[in-house]
């Protein structure tokens, strides 16, 4: 079975977007299986700051 989220990922980052947040996260568990997992942006607004990713905390 084929998900295609990227609806979802569009509508979240539009949200991340219109609140300035600096990042955004979709986790989806069906069934107790990760089925999608997406990252957008970073831990803060500096130069710095890393990518948010499946390590983040």
Known sequence: MINDF???HDYVSTIQ???SATAAAVYILKDGQC???WYAGFHGN???S???DAVSV
Do not use: T
């Open 6 to 8: 990227s609806a979802l």
């Open 17 to 19: 977007s219109s609140i």
């Open 35 to 37: 089925i999608n997992e």
């Open 46 to 48: 500096n130069e710095n």
């Open 50 to 52: 890393r990518l948010v």
